[in-house]
């Protein structure tokens, strides 16, 4: 681990713990463990990502690993206590998390990326940082080194860690994500923390059938025997399709990195695009065989331009499936993470969430979660109808060039032309009207509104996803005189900048291969950087795609800040073995930056984060 001085890992500090069975636990409690502190936030698919890469580890090293989690939120919404302890049920946390609603503990231990990982040895020490995802393998091997030394030491301690689990809640849907209007009236639901879809009458309370076993899986076959991992979007193929495809309905099955099909007439499920393997890959436009093809979050779907299109929140993309030739590929997006308008092929999104079609079926809605923006698809052109960028939002209505959104998950394209938002941290539906460019507030007070449905009777059903419900809209809530306007609090997230100075300055991506790993250059160069800024005129000289994982940017000392976004990717293999695997680290920061007199000249970044503290 190299030969720097050793460094005490500082004590956890925050408002409350959860999981905990109501204990404040001390890094003294945790001696003789091996701990991984996961600073996340609950908005983050990167950070949904290592909650379940972190899974098998928690499960492989029980008696001598303690995951704690350390919440340290970007939007306003996930600074509140009681949609913290919603969110450690919903995605499945079973160790203790630790409430740090002011960044405290993210500043303690110097964390510069959402999400990221802190290596306590059993004697209190930090022994490594890693930034972003994809660190399992680098983990088991470095928990299998710390298990050896710290046995022969005498200072290892095996048995049970300190998570309590809470009470097992009893409603019929357990944080619902998204729903589809059947033809026989009924309603289905994808029940995400149910791993299930649940059936309901037109009441949206009666539950008729569940599709699913109810455990997280990836098994096809029967309704009963069926599992799906925290399922999200719904779409029912047009009757032709269904009839070649064999099924009726798609679902994204979010964190297995998968779309099935459903038979309605029987509930059957089975595996239609994906391999299971989260993507980690290189962008293209090609076809592929949907089966051979991995995915990345799959979030919400919509039948829009002949085909399945597939938010693809895990990397920041469209996508596209056609079930009758049984193929997929890229739709929209380059992967990088931020709010570019233009062509599909150069759009930049942030963790699409959301889809709809309009009722003439040219435009296609997209909530981006991340921007806290509504965009749409036209004309193979991406535009922006609400939302400034990556840290700005709140709640105001007005002029759309004005509005402010909070992480929106769903959108509704109205018969009018007009589109409702479930606007999520909000806990509001919102309405944006074309025709005079305005948001209004049509209703509030929910709780983390996740979709929207359109009866035949012209009545909206919200599925609220933290109140485990169905709610419908008030009569009249969607005329001119149903909606209200607010001019509610501007936030923006203060992720401290990184001051650098005018002029030349060095961008390094430092990526250590992990142990047992070398570079792969069989295919040509193994490392891959792009950049770009915000505002384009940040950067007069940088910007742009290579090779070499140090860059020579040149910053407009005019301009004040901004944000520099990088992506950088390295491809490597097992060394000295047959068979050698093959991997591929890749990482997307947002750095804000301030440009000031005496700023830094270099700018370092951690690839794979296998550092020494």
Known sequence: MGTTPRVRAPELRGRQWLNTGGRELKLSDLRGKIVIADFWTFCCINCLHVLDE????????GDVLVVIGVHSPKFEHEKDPDALAAAVERYGVHHPVLDDPELEMWQQYAA???????????EGYVVATMAGEGHAEGLARLIDDLIATHEAKGTLHRGDGPYVPPAEPQTTLRFPGKAVLLENGNVLVSDSARHSLAELAPDGETLVRRIGAGTRGRVDGPAGAATFSEPQGLC???AHTAEVAGYDLVVADTVNHLLRGVRLADGEVVTVAGTGRQWRSTVDDHSHDALSVDLSSPWDLAWYDDKVVVAMAGIHQLWWFDPVKRTAGMYAGTTVEALRDGPLAEAWMAQPSGLSVSADGTRLWVADSETSAIRYVENDVMG???????????????????????????????????????????????RFDPASD???????????????????????????????????????????????????????????????????VTLDVIFTPAPGQKLDETYGPSTRLVVSASPPGLLLEGAGTGTELSRRLVVDGTV????????????TCDADVEHAACHLTRQDWGVPVRVVDGGAARLPLVLRGLDDA
């Open 54 to 61: 972190l899974r098998p580890l928690e499960e492989k090293y």
């Open 112 to 122: 510069r990326a959402w999400p990221t990982l802190s290596v306590i040895d059993p």
């Open 236 to 238: 029912l193929l047009p």
């Open 384 to 430: 922006t109808a609400v939302g400034q960028g990556l840290f700005d939002f709140g709640h105001v209505d007005g002029p759309a060039s004005e509005a402010l959104l909070q992480h929106p998950l769903g959108v509704l394209a109205l018969p009018d032309g007009s589109v409702l938002v479930a606007d999520t941290y909000n806990g509001a539906v919102r």
């Open 438 to 504: 305005r948001v209004s507030t049509v209703a509030d007070g929910l709780a983390e509104p996740s979709d929207l449905v359109l009866t035949p009777s012209g009545e909206v059903l919200v599925v609220e996803s933290a109140a485990h419900r169905l709610t419908r809209l008030a009569p009249g809530a969607l005329s001119a005189a149903g909606a209200s306007t607010v001019d509610g609090p501007r936030h923006r997230t203060e992720r401290k900048p990184t001051d650098v100075a005018a002029g030349e």
């Open 560 to 571: 004040a800040g901004g944000v520099l976004q990088v992506t950088a990717q390295a491809a």
